[in-house]
């Protein structure tokens, strides 16, 4: 059973690597060969033939199921003649709204689509809707005012599901899948009264609204409770799991400190909870013996145990968002009590295999994200280290003082496997590992294990008076915990930073790792600390001397392009804003960074003010080292202010080399920061990269009177083999007399998905054509990455990294 359910993991992590799904005809193939294979291991006796004969029929269910699963999903689609246009909708709020500093955002999920010009539309099931204030002043409801269960009629605009696609960073096409969301887009108010967004109905039923409610209610006493302090955020991710109100600063402490798995409702938290309600139940079981009730003649007291903690545990996995460690922990529950109802207790490999399919049949696209893999190989690593190894002494063995000894050890030794053991994994899906991780962990989980979450479930149920002080409590604890870990995290080595490793320096790591933990009496257990070696010691990839490396991202609407040399690297734009959480440095740049290795830029270029170009500098400024940064910003800006003195003017005639690469900066002059008469876009910083008599062009977006200028200073200076279409291929740019004097083989546009500048203009973009240039769009192509030297290669990330999910 194992080896097959091992192989229907496999299956299903192969299938979303695929770039298209396979026919209906060829998953009946692979039904049939799976259950040939499956007859076949029946009656093989030599047991590696068996082994092999299960994975392979485990791959191919596996690999089938979620094909299957995965056409059915895609088969609702929004019909891409209806992208951005109005449709007016009937329907539910579908999920816990989660409101930011414009609005609120939901799901919906819809039932009757109104007829629009004369059209009836099928649309998908499920949407992701933002509902932004401010769109006029006879708003008919107040925004955000939007609770579950409520049934709705809505106005909005649609588009199809899309994403900002880029190496090493999040899917967000994959995730809005595995929700079963199908199309996103905003409300809009209608012009027509009849027509207006309106609350149709306060509460329809159902199991899932009541779920969604109840979680709502508990958000809503807690946040009101521990209104406008620091940390209610977490209160609320402890009980609810719903982790969106917690601070970009926070997260960022939890990661270097390795101690995020605890502000999600973890196994420790499903289990204490079972256990608890377990335990009181078997108590009161027991004791009606002595009343007329005498339930344990009825039912044995174990067997009532067992149903209540599954019960108490299932309805706190619903409560909580039924996340993939909550998942984990209440199936492996449910099997340990289905066998304790049956007399047939297995074991724990089995048990856990058995939690690992359930989580798979429900969410095969569980695998596409990293708490998948942590939260099974946490568990297995535990599993290793403890079963079947003595501690010497039976545990209810010796006085208290001895079981309390044991049990402390058996603490110690299951967190130090963690520890050791999840750095391999951690170090492949985030380009790090902490190095305070044990002591962070050794004071953070009991604390929020045993004292934070009990005051904060306890708090968030229980009434005034004892509500508001269980939280204040809980509070408080997790305020106290939070310096300790900053103060933690502000080391200098704190973290280890390494870059992505290959697959043979991973797969030795974790040979090396399940050699550190193997039993007392395992010959040399220390040598397996030398196959982290090349783990460790792996060093960043470059550019050969002589030649270039170029990385135009994918970041929407704005601009962030990497320039890498033989021991160079330089910034130019950081990317828009998204919100005052989130933006183009910490979504896209730094993940992207830090899975490469990459700890330092030697500069950045802010080109201007403008916020799709400026948006993520104060993030890479607080995250990573910069040597030095040069824009055309006010003096007085936050950006400016941050970067210090190590901040420079860019002005037309700076030039510098880096390994054989020559930069030069071409705009602005000096002359116009005497000027109040230019608006930002006049004074981007405009530079060329020349190397091996190959050029790039950014001109960040200036437009038409600053590429005039630049042509008349010196038109056969411009000539670039590739030009960043000057502001986004706006209709004030991109002049025919500009292109004819940079004359470039390939221009690249870095815009966003339908945005609301209709960036390129189509005469622009066909301007180009007509040309000859090539034209690459980040928003069709993804990220574009470039290899300069004497040639130029060019692949697009969504080519490279094709998925099945792309553009359906």
Known sequence: MRSAVIGFVVGIAFLQTRASLPSYPLLLCLAASVGFAAWMSINLRRRAMRIALLLSAGAMAGFAWSALL????????????????????????????????????????VEEVLAADGE????????????????????????????????WRLTVRLQRPHGNANPYGFDYEAWLLQQGVRATGYVRPDPAAALASQRLAPFVFS??????HARGWLRQRIVAALRGQPYAGVIVALVIGDQRAISQTDWTVFNKTSTSHLIAISGLHITMVAALFAGLIHALWRRSVFTRLQLPLILPAQKAA???????ALVYVLLAGAGVPAQRTLYMLTVVATALWCGRLTSVSHVLCLALLAVMVLDPWAVSGPGFWLSFAAVST?????????????????SRRQRWGRALRAAARAQYAITVGLVPLTVLLFGQASLVSPLANAVAIPLVGFLVTPAALLGSVLPAPLSPGLLWLAHWLVARLAGFLTWLSGSSIAVWNAPAPAWWMF??????????????????????????????????????KGSMWVTAFDVGQGMAVLIETERHRLLYDTGPSYSPESDGGNRVILPYLRARGIDTLDAVVVSHSDMDHAGGALSLLDQISVGWLSSSLPLEHAIVRKAGSSHRRCVAGDHWEWDGAKFEMLHPTSASYDSDKWKPNARSCTLKVTIGGRAMLLPGDIEAIQEDELVSADAGHLR???????????????????????????????????????????????????????????????????????????AAYREEHARYWYGR
Do not use: C
Not at 123 to 144: K, Q, T
Not at 737 to 748: I, N, R, T
């Open 120 to 151: 009836q539309p099928v649309l998908p099931s499920r949407l992701a809707l933002s509902w932004y204030a401010g769109f006029h002043a006879d708003e008919p409801v107040i925004v955000g005012d939007v609770h579950p269960g409520e049934r």
């Open 207 to 212: 199991l899932h609204n009541v779920i969604e």
């Open 507 to 544: 797969a030795l790591a974790v040979a090396g790792t399940l050699w550190m933990l193997a039993p007392r009496g395992w010959p040399a257990r220390y040598l397996g600390v030398l196959t982290w070696l090349p783990l460790l010691l792996n060093a960043s990839e470059h550019p050969e």
């Open 70 to 109: 995965a056409h059915y999903y895609l088969a609702e689609a929004l019909p891409a003649a209806w992208e951005g246009r109005d449709v007016t909708l009937i329907g539910t709020v579908d999920s816990l709204p989660d409101a930011f500093e414009r609005g609120v955002r939901f799901n919906f999920r």
């Open 382 to 398: 535990i599993l290793y280290v403890s079963v079947g190894r003595s501690d010497h002494m039976s545990s209810a063995a010796g």
């Open 720 to 794: 670039a083999d590739i030009l960043l279409a000057p502001h986004h291929g706006s209709g004030t740019s991109s002049t025919p007399a500009f292109l004819h004097a940079v004359d470039p083989q390939l221009a690249l546009f870095q815009v966003g998905y339908r945005n609301r500048y209709h960036h390129p203009k189509q005469a622009v973009y066909d301007r180009y054509g007509a040309m000859g240039i090539a034209r690459m769009r980040t928003d069709i192509t993804g990220a574009i990455m470039m290899r300069v030297d004497s040639g130029i290669a060019v």
């Open 306 to 312: 067992a149903i209540a903690g599954v019960l108490a």
